[in-house]
């Protein structure tokens, strides 16, 4: 997908990214894609913090993905800085047609530029399709993780 745009999400595109978020078998249950005080308050402080950035993918004006990527310091590699991805999405009738390579070629891209020493992400367990997709990336599923809803 050669005419897509990755660029840092503005206060304009929030409704298109919660739309994302909630066009989701997952997210369906967990989010919704009205903007209320909580998304403003938590948009506000992604685009305030420097080790933080809510990225779109923009094709012919349309907001059609997202993901948020984060910086984390931390001591062991060294020192060096991780790249975590969160919250990828692409608008249902996009999927399967490689938006979602060109979305993490170029946060790959963005964490190799940073210095980071590698990059992370979850997925939920079921998501099997999105497990190969990662592998087929070079992401090798090395850990366990767990969550703690609160």
């Not at 990755?6 to 989701?24: F, G, I, K, S, Y």
């Not at 933080?52 to 062991?76: D, M």
């Not at 991780?82 to 979305?103: F, H, N």
């Amino acid at each position: 997908m050669t005419d897509v745009i990755l660029r840092e999400a503005v206060r304009a595109d929030l409704p298109a990214v919660l739309a994302l978020l909630a066009d989701d078998v997952l997210g369906k249950a967990r989010d919704i894609a009205e903007v209320d005080e909580a998304y403003e308050r938590a948009f506000a402080d992604i685009t305030a913090d420097p080790r933080n950035q809510q990225v779109v993918a923009e094709r012919a004006g349309e907001v059609v993905g997202c993901f948020q990527l984060t910086y984390l310091p931390g001591l062991g590699r060294h020192g060096a800085e991780r790249a975590l991805v969160e919250g990828v999405r692409i608008r249902s009738d996009l999927r399967g047609q490689g938006l979602g390579r060109t979305m993490m070629t170029w946060a790959i891209d963005q964490a190799r530029r940073r210095g980071c020493a590698l990059v992370q992400l979850t997925t939920d367990k079921s998501r099997t399709e999105a497990h190969r997709f990662y592998q087929r990336l070079g992401f090798v599923a090395s850990h366990e993780g767990m969550k703690l809803t609160l």
